[in-house]
């Protein structure tokens, strides 16, 4: 990444994450447990820093929220750093409410990154309401739903022991066969609006509100192409009070997480 953004220094703003402690296993870092104390807070960005050959990260996440160290604390690490001049925001994943609540305290908090989507909709009940109040930005991720609201993945599809899908209850062949009326909903709305069913997925979540940036992920460019055009399709109140309307009445099965990680949000 450092040496691909190398050219853009100055015209990007680079995100990046802290939080998990790394161990090399066959010759890969692979995420072993937490650890948000203050020194390896400091250690993480020393090591970002490094390879992304920048001088500052515009915006350091908690990537998740560590019961064995006061938010309190975290945020003042990060207070630190961003005094030392290098982080230049501060940003949380996947935390509750009153959490957020509780970092802002000690350092304003820029971006909020959890997920949110047609078939998520937790955030709303607490922690959109609080990010507004305190004028946080929200960075929902899997906007759609891990491809499945593409309406691109087949009922039964089977995924590689190396996709995290592979492991998700939402994903199971019953849960997407359930599933598939979400799906269904979307593609006649994108039917009507001449769009494809991810950019209506998408169009819904900008419509929510104005300081909502959804980050989709892809490998194609003609899905970053597709995706971006989800910017420039516009869902009257009506269409989206259609779309609440209608998926209101389907209840999305299976668990969005292993429960190991489930467990690991919200705090």
């Known amino acids: 990444m450092g040496e691909a953004l190398a050219p853009f220094r100055g015209k990007v ?10 161990e090399e296993q066959d010759g890969s870092a692979h995420p072993a447990g937490l650890n948000c104390q203050p020194e390896h807070i400091k250690q993480s960005v020393e090591g970002s820093l490094t390879r992304l050959r920048v001088e500052a990260i515009d915006l350091f996440y908690q990537h998740r929220v560590d019961p064995n160290v006061p938010i309190e604390d975290v945020a003042g690490a990060v207070k630190d750093l961003m005094q030392q001049g290098k982080v230049k925001h501060f940003g949380m994943s996947e935390a509750a409410a009153q959490t957020i609540r509780r970092a802002h305290a000690v350092q304003p908090v820029t971006a909020v990154q959890s997920e949110y989507s047609l078939w998520w909709k937790r955030p709303e009940a607490e922690v959109l309401p609080a990010l507004e109040e305190l004028g946080i930005g929200f960075v929902p991720y899997s906007p759609l739903g891990k491809g499945f609201l593409t309406g691109k993945i087949a009922e039964g ?4 022991s190396t996709d995290i899908r592979s492991r998700i209850p939402r994903f199971t062949a019953e849960a997407q066969k359930a599933n598939q009326a979400l799906v269904d909903l979307l593609g006649a709305i994108a039917g009507r609006k001449r769009a494809t069913t991810a950019q209506i997925a998408l169009a819904w979540l900008l419509a929510q509100k104005p300081w909502i940036v959804p980050i989709p992920g892809t490998t194609k460019l003609a899905r970053v192409e597709e995706n971006i055009g989800a910017a420039a399709l516009e869902l009257t109140p009506g269409d989206l009070a259609g779309i609440d309307s209608a998926t209101s009445s389907i209840t999305v099965q299976g668990a969005r997480y292993p429960e190991e990680m489930e467990r690991m949000t919200y705090r």
């Open 13 to 22: 703003a680079i995100a990046t994450k802290f939080a998990f402690q790394f």
């Open 157 to 160: 599809t089977a995924f590689s």
